[in-house]
């Protein structure tokens, strides 16, 4: 149970890494850090593709296309999304509307697989409903009175950074529900391997990416310092880092978690992404959070907590 629960810390502490890269690249365009932080992966992909070159072999051309899928929606939309949030509304916000990735994709789940699965009861998911909105509220309430004092203040800014936080949610609410029906109508098939061949799949994606992005920035006459920007070491570290521990490493320690912890409890610790994601915004601010934001925090963590303790029912005949 120890160990199962330091791996789900370290899973989360990794993948916090995500929401830092946008906070400490701001003049680089989203479009560019989603395609180099893939791009590394897909690179990371590569060697693991060929220790496990016989399973991926028995992969056939409709897998390898919902493979592109999944790698075009799950990776390279859900981080553009994202990484365009948290340039326009910061960090705080954004993180908090993707930590209620738990509780979305579960209530999605049971409507969407109410007949096989059961169907959440509303009135026992309500009250949870209610906390993580007002928790959300909170802290939107405090970088909202933060932002009205700067003289340069951009409300409708920070209003579209809120929206494409929605967008990555809705990314991310896919990803997972569309990887379980495959893995559930494929049995027989290593879950390790499917995400390696995601992985291999991401690959030619982000480079067609960086390819068209560095040409339609040639072609609009954009000054931006292609392919690697005013700051090449920072941001070459900084995609390999998180290319390698947020996507690869990160992983592999939830799926260890996973393996020693019950379902129930390590759906109950991806929370710790969110909190690390936090933590490392207000350390790049250089300031402690105000009392409001620790409230919304807490009410956030109690909310998604509480509905992934909500059991489906089953429905009747």
């Given at each position: 149970?120890?160990?199962?629960?330091?791996?789900?810390?370290?899973?989360?502490?990794?993948?916090?890494?995500?929401?830092?890269?946008?906070?400490?690249?701001?003049?680089?365009?989203?479009?560019?850090?989603?395609?180099?932080?893939?791009?590394?992966?897909?690179?990371?992909?590569?060697?693991?593709?060929?220790?496990?070159?016989?399973?991926?072999?028995?992969?056939?051309?409709?897998?390898?296309?919902?493979?592109?899928?999944?790698?075009?929606?799950?990776?390279?939309?859900?981080?553009?999304?994202?990484?365009?949030?948290?340039?326009?509304?910061g960090?705080?916000?954004?993180t908090?509307?993707?930590?209620?990735?738990?509780?979305?994709?579960?209530?999605?789940?049971?409507?969407?697989?109410?007949?096989?699965?059961?169907?959440?009861?509303?009135?026992?998911?309500?009250?949870?409903?209610?906390?993580?909105?007002?928790?959300?509220?909170?802290?939107?309430?405090?970088?909202?009175?933060?932002?009205?004092?700067?003289?340069?203040?951009?409300l409708?800014?920070?209003?579209?950074?809120?929206?494409?936080?929605?967008?990555?949610?809705?990314?991310?609410?896919?990803?997972?529900?569309r990887?379980?029906?495959?893995?559930?109508?494929?049995?027989?098939?290593?879950?390790?391997?499917?995400?390696?061949?995601?992985?291999?799949?991401?690959?030619?994606?982000?480079?067609?990416?960086?390819?068209?992005?560095?040409?339609?920035?040639?072609?609009?006459?954009n000054?931006?310092?292609?392919?690697?920007?005013?700051?090449?070491?920072?941001?070459?570290?900084?995609?390999?880092?998180?290319?390698?521990?947020?996507?690869?490493?990160?992983?592999?320690?939830?799926n260890?978690?996973?393996?020693?912890?019950?379902?129930?409890?390590?759906?109950?610790?991806?929370?710790?992404?969110?909190?690390?994601?936090?933590?490392?915004?207000?350390?790049?601010?250089?300031?402690?959070?105000?009392?409001?934001?620790?409230?919304?925090?807490?009410?956030?963590?109690?909310?998604?907590?509480?509905?992934?303790?909500?059991?489906?029912?089953?429905?009747?005949?």
């Open positions: 149970m120890w160990a199962g629960t330091l791996y789900a810390l370290a899973a989360g502490l990794m993948w916090g890494l995500v929401f830092v890269g946008p906070l400490l690249l701001p003049e680089y365009p989203a479009a560019l850090q989603s395609v180099a932080r893939y791009l590394a992966f897909g690179l990371i992909a590569i060697p693991l593709a060929w220790l496990d070159r016989k399973a991926l072999r028995q992969l056939g051309r409709a897998d390898w296309i919902e493979a592109l899928k999944l790698a075009a929606i799950g990776n390279l939309l859900y981080y553009l999304c994202l990484a365009s949030a948290i340039q326009r509304a960090g705080p916000v954004p908090m509307i993707i930590g209620t990735l738990p509780v979305v994709i579960a209530i999605c789940a049971n409507l969407r697989n109410a007949r096989r699965d059961g169907r959440l009861p509303w009135k026992r998911l309500a009250p949870s409903l209610a906390l993580i909105a007002l928790g959300i509220a909170c802290v939107n309430q405090v970088e909202l009175q933060a932002l009205r004092q700067e003289a340069d203040a951009d409708s800014r920070y209003a579209i950074g809120a929206v494409l936080a929605l967008g990555a949610v809705a990314c991310w609410t896919w990803y997972p529900l990887n379980a029906d495959w893995l559930r109508n494929h049995p027989g098939r290593s879950p390790r391997t499917w995400a390696t061949a995601q992985g291999v799949a991401t690959l030619p994606l982000a480079l067609a990416g960086y390819g068209l992005l560095w040409g339609g920035m040639a072609l609009t006459g000054d931006f310092a292609m392919p690697l920007g005013p700051r090449p070491e920072v941001f070459l570290g900084l995609m390999i880092s998180i290319g390698l521990f947020a996507s690869w490493l990160g992983t592999l320690c939830w260890e978690a996973s393996q020693r912890l019950p379902t129930a409890l390590a759906g109950q610790l991806i929370v710790f992404e969110t909190l690390a994601a936090l933590a490392y915004a207000f350390m790049l601010r250089g300031n402690l959070p105000q009392p409001l934001t620790l409230a919304g925090i807490a009410l956030l963590m109690i909310g998604v907590l509480r509905a992934v303790r909500v059991k489906p029912e089953p429905l009747p005949a």
